[in-house]
């Protein structure tokens, strides 16, 4: 015959499985409140290896997917920033599980001495990354874009024909020494400057920056008072 739990039993039943309730609400409520702060003291941490930091916001509902690397929006204000394209790139993978993430900046230094020449000095920087997709926008003066390139080649003045950016060249091909135009511009997921009028010049493209974690969509550029604004659209890839 089976026995029936009594009053007792069954209270006491409840009363645990309302704890356990309780309990699992308290700990989502904490890590609402703690694991954003902890995660907008990591971005924080790894901007900070650039430059100053203003300010850092996370969200994340529930909070508790913030320990796998998910979160919905993350807002990054910082003052003048010191970095290479690589340091960058690696900036903007570590966000990658975010669904919105933006970084501002007054005032940034693109180092590119690593090519041989020095730094790129841009104004009003914007990083927005939405799902997988990427936004870079900065004001830069054409007098300040002067990059030397491996094989001798050097890039220098940027200017704007028909919204495309375009700079002058100069290097050797084939053993000619030859100075012309080129358009920046997206292939096969680099951003490049390709020499107008100059024979083969599809052979002669000039890398600027490549990464495989981060493939070049487009490339254009506006005048402004003072220079140009120019806008990279580029796209998250898979590992």
Do not use: C
Not at 89 to 113: E, H, K
Not at 164 to 169: I, K, L, S, T
Not at 204 to 221: E, Y
């Amino acid at each position: 015959m089976r026995r029936v739990p009594g009053r007792g039993g069954r209270a006491r039943a409840l009363w645990l499985a309302l704890g356990a309730v309780a309990a699992i609400v308290l700990v989502l409520a904490v890590a609402q409140i703690v694991l954003p702060a902890i995660a907008g003291q990591r971005a924080s941490d790894r901007v900070a290896r650039y430059g100053s930091v203003r300010s850092v916001s996370v969200s994340a509902v529930p909070a508790i997917t913030l320990l796998w690397g998910d979160m919905e929006r993350v807002s990054v204000s910082a003052g003048h920033l010191r970095a290479s394209p690589a340091q960058m790139a690696d900036l903007l993978w570590s966000v990658r599980g975010a669904d919105r993430a933006y970084l501002t900046a007054p005032s940034m230094d693109v180092v590119v001495s690593s090519l041989g020449g020095g730094e790129l000095p841009l104004r009003a920087v914007k990083f927005a990354k939405h799902g997988d997709d990427l936004t870079v926008r900065a004001g830069v003066q054409g007098t300040d874009l002067r990059v030397a390139l491996p094989a001798g080649f050097e890039v220098h003045g940027l200017m704007v024909s028909d919204g495309e950016p375009e700079v002058q060249v100069r290097g050797n091909v084939l053993g000619v020494e030859v100075s012309a135009r080129a358009v920046l511009a997206a292939v096969g997921g680099r951003l490049v400057a390709e020499p107008l009028g100059v024979p083969f010049a599809g052979l002669v493209n000039l890398t600027l920056f490549g990464d495989p974690r981060i493939s070049v969509q487009g490339v254009t550029a506006s005048p402004e008072p003072g220079g140009y604004v120019l806008t990279i659209q580029a796209r998250m890839v898979s590992a």
